[in-house]
C-alpha cells in the first residue's frame, strides 16, 4: 500500500544530499532522505571530520565536521516537511507503473514522486575487526555515541586514526582500564592528540594487532594481541571493544537497479537525469563528461536535480519563467 507518498526521497545523506533535501525542503517539498550510516555527512563525516576544506564558497576555512554541522542547521529550517531516516541501506528502488517509485530497505519500503541519489561512492560500512567470530559478540562497536556504555569497564580500542585516539582519551578516567591497540608504532591523529595520549593514563600498545578475541555466550570478555614485529602475544581483559578502522563504501545493490552506469557512477543527462526518468543524480554518485567530484559541484548538480525532480513530479505546479528555479508553492 502506498500508504505515505513523499514528493522526493533522497538516497544518500553526505553533503550533497543534506543541502539537497534543505533546497527542496524551501520548495516546498515533502522530503525523504536517507543514509546508511547512524550520522549525516557523507565522507566528510566518516572520512575526514578534523581535516579543514578551504574551497568552500564563503568559508575561508572550516573542518569538515563543522561543514557538516551548518549543512544540517541550514536544513533543519525545514524540519516540519524533511525525514532522515540514517542506519538504513536502501537495498531495491523499482519504478511503478504511474511512474512513482519504490524504495526499499532491509527495514520497510518507502514511496516517492521522485528519486535524487545522492550516493557518493555508495553505502559506508566500517572496516570490521579481522578475528574469527568477532560479529558473534554484542559488546564489539563500530560506532561509538556514548560514554556511559563503557564507564567503570575494561575497554580496548582498535585503531591508530583521530577516531581511535579521540575516544582513548574521552574514555580515559571514565572507564576502569583504557588501552589502545595499532598496528603501527606511530598514531595518525593529530600532533597534539598524540602528546595528550603519551601523557594519559592510557595503554598504548604497538604495533600490535588483534589475533582472536574470546568470551562466554555473545560477550567478548577478553582479547588476544599478536605484536605484528615479534610475534609476542599478550592477553588482555576487555568489557567492551571498540574498533575505529575507518569505513569502506562499496556502491553494492545500486549496481542492479537498472540505471546505466560508467565507471561506478550513474551517467546523468544536463537535468541531472539518469536513464531512468524520474531517477536524478548528484554528488560524486554522477558522471557527465567534465564531471568533478567536489563538494562545491555537487551542490550545483543537486540544485539542478532538485528542479528537475520537481518538473518530474508536478509539471503543471512549475514555474514558466526560465530564470527563476521551480516552486511547488
Ligand atoms: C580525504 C578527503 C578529503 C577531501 N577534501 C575535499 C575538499 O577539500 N574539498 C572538496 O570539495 N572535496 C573534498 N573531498 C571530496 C568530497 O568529500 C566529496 O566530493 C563529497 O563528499 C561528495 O559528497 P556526496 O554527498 O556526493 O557523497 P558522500 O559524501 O560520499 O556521501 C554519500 C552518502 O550516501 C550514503 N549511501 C550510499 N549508498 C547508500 C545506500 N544504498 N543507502 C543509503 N545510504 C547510502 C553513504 O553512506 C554516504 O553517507 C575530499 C574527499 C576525501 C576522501
Redesign the pocket.
Known sequence: MKNDMYDLTI???????IYGAFYAGMHGMRTKI????PQLG???AA??PE?Y???LPGHPKIKAGEMVDQLKKQMEQFNERIDVVTN???QTVEKLEDGTFKICTDQECHYSHSIVI???????TPRKLDVAHAEDFTNIHYFVSTMETFKGKDVVIFGGGDSAVDWALMLDGVAKSVSIVHRRHEFRAHASSVENLKQANINCLTPYVAKDVRGEKNLATEVELVNVETGETKVLPADEIIVLYGFISSL???KDWDIELEKNALRVDITQQTSVSGIFAA???CTFDGKI????T?FGEVVVAINAAIAYAYPEKVHRHKHSSAMMK
Open positions: 538516497i544518500g545523506g553526505g553533503p550533497v544530499g536517507i543514509d546508511a550510516l557523507g565522507q566528510l572520512l575526514y581535516k576544506i578551504y574551497d538504513t541501506n536502501v545522492t550516493a557518493g561512492n555508495g553505502a559506508f553494492g545493490p545500486i554528488g560524486d554518485a567530484k567536489m563538494i562545491t555537487g
